[in-house]
């Protein structure tokens, strides 16, 4: 399962928008990768590197597992 999931996170680097946009309006460029019960969260940076965010069971409640900070919080 982790070789996968290593595997899995590995695509955004050579396709960048693979994933599908999680609340774009409010996380400009955070994706979410799906590798059988599992979401792994990624952003591409400014620098193009692809910086994964978390990875976690796709049972558990996004918005409480997820901690992103709001773009519009100082």
Same mark, same amino acid.
């Given at each position: 399962?982790?070789?996968?999931?290593?595997?899995?996170? %590995?695509? /955004?680097?050579?396709? =960048?928008?693979?994933?599908? +946009? %999680?609340? /774009?309006?409010?996380? =400009?460029?955070?994706?979410? +990768?799906?590798?059988?019960?599992?979401?792994?969260?990624?952003?591409?940076?400014?620098?193009?590197?692809?910086?994964?965010?978390?990875?976690?069971?796709?049972?558990?409640?996004?918005?409480?597992?997820?901690?992103?900070?709001?773009?519009?919080?100082?």
């Amino acid at each position: 399962m982790v070789h996968g999931i290593w595997d899995k996170a %590995h695509l /955004p680097l050579m396709f =960048p928008d693979i994933g599908h +946009l %999680h609340q /774009p309006e409010r996380y =400009p460029g955070v994706r979410i +990768l799906l590798y059988g019960r599992y979401r792994i969260v990624y952003q591409r940076g400014s620098d193009a590197n692809i910086y994964v965010l978390d990875v976690f069971h796709g049972a558990l409640d996004l918005k409480r597992h997820l901690q992103l900070k709001d773009p519009e919080e100082p």
